[in-house]
């Protein structure tokens, strides 16, 4: 197993929000994006990050700036922080590159209704993604992000019948039997058989304050049947039906005490090319691990920390 650290507490080096946004000259661009933000006395813009509404008003911008692209969330729905998705993409890009390969094809298991990493990889990549995700709004509003982006060529949005499986449904309908390089995934973090599922402290306090943003998500995105660490075993059960349908698995992680969980799981089934990392972005910190049954090399020469 390889482990990647370097610097901490910093986003990958070619993160483009790496250095913070002007919102000042944005909100003065970005006309929605400045209804929602707060003007200071020094005339300099400000960001309410426990509200919503400004979240994804937020996105939306960043996305439209620096991607030129143009997404929609359902009502009540994840809203994806940015920084933390460029640094999972960058993060597939640096295992990716030394196989230098011409047409990069992607699984996003649970798009959500803004099917993020799925526009993201294309239009920034020109990744073929399949996204796959079960919740019928979020698929519409996948669906519409796709189209409304003239990126139909690029991404399809699969409605999974089956909530209980990762790649079954797809591949046992899919007749060409292709085969993809990777697969990514932000599972629901939360165990929904828990009495209070969301009200448990995962990080300490006194090592890093608590994140700024608010929470946002249905339940049905956040929270699954023993939590993220069932959800990634699900997919590495799975994994092992599919050795060769998919070059390099990978799932983030919201709890860094479930890394070596899933490890140790990794490890009890033998499957031993396996490498982690860290998401850094602002106050909240996020883990990896990826795996392959295959001669991937699993050691990015550029981190996410």
């Known amino acids: 197993m390889v482990s990647n650290k370097k610097s901490k507490y910093a986003m990958h080096p070619r993160n483009i929000l790496r250095v913070p946004p002007d919102y000042t000259k944005l909100a003065i661009k970005h006309k929605d994006f400045r209804q929602v933000c707060e003007l200071e006395l020094t005339g300099k813009v400000s960001i309410n990050f426990r509200n919503e509404k400004t979240l994804r008003e937020l996105t939306k911008m960043l996305l439209k700036e620096y991607f030129e692209l143009k997404v929609d969330f359902a009502p009540g729905s994840l809203v994806p922080t940015l920084a933390l998705r460029l640094n999972y993409i960058l993060w597939l890009e640096d295992m990716l590159e030394p196989l230098n390969l011409e047409n990069v094809r992607g699984i996003d298991i649970g798009c959500g209704s803004s099917c993020i990493y799925s526009l993201l990889g294309a239009k920034k990549n020109g990744w073929n993604m399949l996204a796959l995700e079960s919740k019928q709004q979020n698929i519409v ?4 992000n796709v189209k409304r982006n003239n990126l139909e060529d690029r991404i399809e949005v699969y409605g999974q019948p089956d909530k209980s499986s990762i790649f079954k449904s797809y591949f046992e309908s899919e007749k060409l039997e292709k085969e993809f390089h ?3 995934c932000n599972p629901p973090f939360f165990d929904s058989n828990s009495p209070n599922p969301f009200g448990g402290n995962t990080r300490n306090p006194q090592r890093r304050p608590a994140p ?6 249905s339940a049905e995105e ?3 049947e ?23 698995f990978t799932s983030m992680l919201g709890v860094k005490a479930n890394v070596p969980k899933i ?11 396996v490498t982690t990392t860290e998401f850094h972005q602002g106050h909240t910190t996020r883990w990896a691990v990826a795996w392959s049954y295959q001669k991937a090399p699993l050691s990015p020469g550029s981190e996410c920390n």
């Open 263 to 273: 490890l140790d799981y990794l490890k009890e089934r033998q499957i031993n090319n």
């Open 222 to 224: 956040l929270t699954c």
């Open 226 to 248: 023993g939590g993220e660490v069932q959800f990634v075993q699900r997919i590495i059960e799975e994994s092992r039906l599919n050795q060769q349908r998919v070059l390099i």
């Open 182 to 184: 990777f697969c990514l």
């Open 212 to 217: 700024n943003n608010v929470r946002t998500g």
């Open 141 to 144: 509003y996948a669906r519409q």
